[in-house]
RNA sequence: GGACCCGUAGCAUAACUGGAUAGUGCACCUGACUACGAAUCAGGAGGUUAGGGGUUCGAAUCCCUUCGGGUCCA
């Protein structure tokens, strides 16, 4: 049983023996100790303060006096202010930790036999991948990770937005500039190539609109007017019509852009497991409007368009079809949820997707609700803040966005420029310290982007950059690249005992390593429940912290006893364990020397 | 016109979902390497949790309201 729910059971017991008070045990309200009090559990005992007819700080006393007495596993009591505080026997945590060491599959739950789809990234073709796509896909696949980690089987997908406007306008552009240039003759990645086209697109339409303007036409009217973007739309009207010419265009473009894409994700480190493309799905969903109009949750209007009507929800009217028969993005999204369902029959299905959108699900899942499908309980937005910079927001159109693949590069530069300065890595080959450069730049990005939580803004100035002091990603691989030295050391010294003999009695912050170790199996489950990296990333700080101090505060290798010696070695290996484990939740390598 | 989200020291963030004196990092000041790795540790300073009102043993958290920032729907 682990310690919550003894103390919890416990505490039932005294409540009941005491003062008759009957509470189900995790009903109790329990939290951890602050760092200046003593003991490691807090009970809140206001709730039954009346219910028992005591003063708070009576109850906790005569509680705290009942589970000394009774249960051996509690060592001492401390009540402040009503307070609880409840510090357990030495030896209630070292049976925790030869529990630790001795669990192969420490950190992993058993596979629940559920699935869950997560839909990451979900970029356009016409232009590179920015810092917001960063977040997105970094909280995605450590989301991803995560429910892995907690039983899930996992399955992660994208949709790629291959369609549109948006796509032709790269099109038009470089059919009138391009001058028969690829990326190859230009030396260019192929996403920025196709991106740059984009940028001149809305250029040339915007001096053309001022022309307009100076000819004398409304403003409005001007943005309607502009021949570049009649090129476009008529070339998305060729591309519907199969024209042959465009179509071969647009895979030539569509390839550049993947091929700019993969070398993204593989820098990043990630990959799906399947990619759907808009250009197939786009026609999904009518047979579902159809369906949903026979049954009476859409309704007809007089131009034939088609609605769904959740006033009594609190709720507006939203359109799922128009009047001439084409899709919206409703419609598109009711089709491809279920889709999703045929190819993964999942449990829960993740839209990892901006703020911007909070409304759009929200419909969306109700309206799959309404239609009666059985995967809708199960869907889940994780919606996440924008990425301001400090000029204000990104807009790629006018190009102020910052580069994913710039901002990594800068990222690995940094680190490479850090490392050399403080010179510690002699020994290792040029192939080794790349991919350390490698692991700490992206370490540090990806610590950035998934510690906060997801819901809010987020600032980003490239001029300060990332730090790699304080609560950083490095910061973390440090204690880790410390620990392995410890370990190496250990391993020389023949210290390294398997089964070391452990002490009778634990310095405070061997106590609080051991105690934090413990709550790693809970911040999964939490941090699974609530979809939020976040939790892992701060769990990870706090332990990687406690073991800085754990290791200013005691000396390992200058004790006398060997037992004691390998006890800490032991102690350091499991933090080290964890220390990975966790970050590798996060998507982020651990360096064994730095 | 309607709806939603956000506002915590100079900056960036946390608060176990209503609990203790609101934690932490950067920056700033002070100390600790002839000791297992100083990308570290110990200490200091910095707060009317945007403002006001309410609910209660207790509010950053819930309700009302004003202000500021952002987003969506037609």
Known sequence: MNIDQFLRQSLNT??????????????????????????????????????????????????????????????????????????????????KFRLICDS??????????????????????NKPLHLGHMRNIFLGFSTSNILEAAGFQVKKVCIVNDRGIHICKSMVAYKNFGEGSTPESTQTKGDHFVGRYYVKFDQVYKEQIGDLIAQ?????????????????????????????????LWEQMNQWVYSGFDQTYQTMEVGFDKVYYESNT??????????????????????????????????????????????????????????????????????????????????LFKILERLGRPYAKGLYHLSYGMVDLPSGKMKSREGTVVDADQIMEEMIDTAEKHTLELGKIEGLSEQEAQALYKTLGLGALKYFLTKVDPKKRMMFNPEESIAFQGDTGPFIQYTYARISAILRKGQALAL?????????????????????????????????????????????????????????????????????????VQLSKQVARTINMAMSLLGINVPERM
């Open 496 to 568: 390294d005992s398997i089964d070391p003999v452990l002490p009778k009695s634990l310095h405070p912050s061997e106590g609080s390593l051991i105690h934090l170790l413990n709550e790693y199996p809970h911040k999964i489950t939490t941090a699974a429940k609530e979809y939020a990296p976040s939790v892992i990333a701060q769990y990870v700080y706090e332990l990687a912290k406690e073991y800085n101090r754990f290791y200013a505060e005691v000396s390992i290798f200058n004790e006398s006893s060997d037992d004691l010696k390998s006890f800490r």
């Open 14 to 95: 005294a409540l009941v023996e005491l003062y008759h008070i009957k509470q189900p045990p995790d009903t109790l309200v329990l939290q951890p100790t602050r760092k200046e009090f003593e003991g490691t559990h807090t009970f809140v005992t206001f709730p039954y303060a009346k219910k028992a007819g005591k003063s708070p700080q009576e109850l906790g006393e005569s509680l705290g006096q009942y589970l000394e007495q009774h249960f051996p596993e509690v060592k001492s009591y401390q009540v402040v202010k009503g307070f609880l505080n409840i510090t357990f026997q030495d030896r209630v945590w070292l049976d």
């Open 282 to 363: 786009y026609v999904l969903g009518k047979d579902i409007v159809n369906v949903g109009l026979e049954t009476g949750v859409f309704l007809k209007k007089e131009d034939q368009s088609v609605w769904v009507d959740l006033t009594d929800e609190g709720l507006d009217e939203k359109l799922i079809l128009r009047g001439d028969g084409t899709s919206v993005y409703m419609t598109q999204d009711l089709g491809t949820a279920d889709l999703r369902f045929e190819d993964f029959n999942f449990d829960t299905s993740i839209y990892v997707v901006g703020n911007e959108q909070d409304y759009h699900f929200k419909v």
């Open 216 to 248: 004398g036409l409304e403003k409005d009217q001007a943005k309607l007017q502009a021949p570049i973007l009649k090129e476009a739309q008529s070339l998305l009207k060729k591309w519907e019509d199969q024209d042959p010419d465009t179509i071969a």
């Open 104 to 125: 192969e599959h420490w950190g992993k739950e058993a596979s629940n036999g559920k699935t869950a789809v997560v839909e990451i990234s979900s970029p356009n073709t």
